[in-house]
């Protein structure tokens, strides 16, 4: 299993700035994903975070809306900027370790406001 | 990932079994049969996955039909800590491995 920490849990933000959320694991791991649930919803992948390496993003998300880093195997972040009231959401932190076959972990998720 | 189809809400008794199915008659032979679930305020939590037998552990158990077309997680005696919402996910391995499709899941409420 894995341990997933992330930071801030909530926040509450003004339009036009930026966020940046860290997840810490508690152990190195393989796989690091982003997901944000919208009010009401289910989860969306954002992207695939990288070690050492740009990130993937899923169809309909861009770099330099959600820029994100992940410099080692541990430790990853997501960057909402210029924020808007649409972003409003639950962002998650996601990891995967060992082959095909192995389930995820997710951590409590950044509740964000943006006003 | 391949689509799958849940009931959009589902109901039990405590200590009762609840049954939750799950269509997914498109998985791919090497799809794995993830199942999810997130409470209130919560992020998901792992219930259970499998490939092509069925699957038992601490939480909860998970019957996969021969032709794997569908699956059932089935709680064997429902507590209100059960009450959430249950992902159902056929994952596929190569370049989408790990990458999760969420439906919109199945609220399962369990009443005293």
């Known amino acids: 299993s894995a341990v997933i920490s992330q930071k801030p849990s909530r926040d509450i933000c003004q339009r036009g700035t930026s966020l940046t959320i860290q997840c810490q694991v508690d152990?190195?791991?393989?796989?690091m994903f982003w997901y944000r649930q919208q009010p009401g919803q289910s989860l969306t992948l954002i992207a695939t975070a990288n070690q050492g390496s740009e990130a993937t993003y899923e169809s309909g998300f861009v770099i330099d809306k959600f820029p994100i880093s992940r410099p080692n195997l541990t430790f990853s972040t997501l960057t909402v900027s210029n924020m808007s009231p649409e972003d409003s959401s639950i962002y998650l932190c996601?990891?995967?370790?060992?082959?095909?076959?192995?389930?995820?972990?997710f951590g409590q998720g950044t509740r964000l406001t943006v006003v | 990932d391949a689509k799958t189809t849940q009931p959009n809400s589902m109901e039990s008794n405590e200590e009762e079994p609840v049954h939750l199915p799950c269509n997914h008659s498109?998985?791919?032979?090497?799809?794995?049969i993830h199942w999810y679930r997130q409470l209130p305020s919560q992020g998901p939590e792992y219930v259970i996955h499998?490939?092509?037998s069925n699957v038992n552990n601490r939480m909860a158990s998970l019957a996969i039909a021969e032709d794997r077309k569908s699956s059932t997680l089935i709680l064997h005696r429902a507590t209100l800590r059960d009450a959430a919402v249950y992902y159902c996910i056929a994952n596929a391995g190569g370049t989408s491995y790990g990458k999760l499709t969420f439906g919109q899941g199945t609220i399962l409420t369990v009443h005293p």
């Open positions: 499998g490939l092509t």
């Open positions: 498109t998985i791919s032979g090497t799809d794995y």
């Open positions: 996601s990891v995967m370790n060992g082959g095909v076959g192995t389930e995820a972990f």
């Open positions: 152990s190195q791991v393989t796989m």
